[in-house]
């Protein structure tokens, strides 16, 4: 299994938590770069946040809210959402890189492998 696959979105109010999970493809080392992107409708594709090994990365607006983290032995990536606003609203896709290089930044062209993306919705 080459493709990433999420699961775990949904509807919440305003103020909620969602947690996001994406299964790790197998054959892809424990160092390479992987995020989380999100896409919301008639808006560009944006990087929320990115892990390698240690280091998380997170866009502003979700600093303090959102956490990511990989657990290389169950091959997932996870991504906790809490406080969530209406503006966190968006499709939200994990992504891989198959090279090595860092860091891991908010390029979606950078990233080889996609999931199909899991909705999250947030109501006031």
């Known amino acids: 299994q080459v493709q990433p696959v999420e699961s775990g979105g949904g509807s919440v109010q305003a103020g909620g938590s969602l947690r996001l999970s994406c299964t790790i493809p197998?054959?892809?080392?424990?160092?390479?770069?992987m995020a989380w992107f999100r896409q919301a409708p008639g808006k560009e594709r944006e990087g929320v946040a990115s892990?390698?090994?240690?280091?998380?990365t997170y866009a502003d607006s979700v600093k303090h809210r959102f956490t990511i983290s990989r657990d290389n032995t169950q091959r997932t990536l996870s991504l906790q959402m809490n406080g969530l606003k209406p503006e966190d609203s968006a499709k939200y896709f994990c992504?891989?890189?198959?090279?090595?290089?860092?860091?891991?930044?908010?390029?979606?062209?950078?990233?080889?492998?996609w999931g199909q993306g899991t909705q999250v919705s947030v109501s006031e």
């Open positions: 892990i390698a090994i240690s280091s998380p």
């Open positions: 992504a891989a890189k198959r090279d090595s290089t860092w860091p891991c930044r908010f390029e979606a062209f950078e990233y080889d492998y």
């Open positions: 197998h054959n892809l080392p424990s160092n390479r770069c």
